[in-house]
């Protein structure tokens, strides 16, 4: 375990409602990750933090926002959902750059 | 464009037989390769890493693979699988950096 939480953990929201993941760590870790899993498609990284207010884009940032205020909370924004972005989001960490990511248990977000 | 390639997208498998699941990357110079595990409504677990040294790198629960440069590729391997084995699984690699990029990923059942 990893020491990472997100919330919610299911949610259903309706298309062009604005909608607001959290990730939260308790080790400190620099680097956070938000990625989506899709069928077919695996894991597809949207957007990446390296430290507080550091942040980047990953490949499928179209649509989402991030921050992050705290070292231990990263958050993934999605101003105006749509259908498209029904899927299950997961968060994850990593204290260096070279080492291996771990896992939130992931958001599972529907869009009706 | 980086990019990771699992070309076994449905295994099915009889307990005690001996699995393979293949991993080709395109990289080039520096890469850090993983295996990952998600096992039914669960977040992803790393099962190994590879960064330099010994190509044959062991894991949890039995697994190994195999890093062959010539062949870009990182397959998994297991002698004996079981039907707690029953699972997705996801090869990533990252050129160095801190970006991970996943296959598609492969449903493994192992059957009775």
């Known amino acids: 375990d990893a020491g990472i939480t997100q919330s919610p953990r299911h949610k259903v929201t309706e298309t062009g409602t604005p909608v607001t993941l959290r990730c939260h760590q308790t080790?400190?870790?620099?680097?956070m990750y938000w990625y989506r899993q899709d069928p077919g498609h695996g894991l597809r990284l949207i957007h990446y933090s390296y430290g507080v207010k550091d942040t980047d884009k990953g490949e499928v940032s179209d649509g989402y926002s991030v921050s992050r205020s705290k070292t231990e909370d990263f958050l993934l924004t999605l101003e105006s959902a749509t259908s498209s972005q029904t899927s299950v989001y997961f968060c994850?960490?990593?204290?260096?750059?070279?080492?291996?990511?771990?896992f939130g248990p992931g958001t599972r977000l529907t869009v009706t | 464009a980086q990019s990771v390639s699992q070309h076994n997208h449905h295994v099915i498998l009889s307990e005690a037989a001996s699995l393979e699941l293949g991993c080709n990357y395109s990289?080039?110079?520096?890469?850090?390769l993983f295996w990952y595990v998600q096992y039914p409504g669960q977040h992803l677990q790393l099962l190994l890493k590879?960064?330099?040294?010994?190509?044959l790198v062991k894991g949890i629960k039995g697994f190994e693979a195999e890093f062959i440069k010539s062949k870009f590729s990182f397959n998994l391997r297991k002698p004996s699988v079981q039907w707690s084995d029953t699972a997705e699984y996801f090869c990533?690699?990252?050129?160095?950096?801190?970006?991970?990029?996943f296959g598609t990923g492969t449903q493994l059942k192992v059957e009775l």
């Open positions: 590879y960064f330099s040294g010994d190509p």
């Open positions: 080790e400190n870790h620099r680097y």
């Open positions: 994850a960490i990593t204290q260096g750059a070279r080492e291996e990511q771990y």
């Open positions: 990289y080039g110079g520096t890469v850090n």
């Open positions: 990533a690699a990252t050129g160095g950096g801190n970006k991970l990029t």
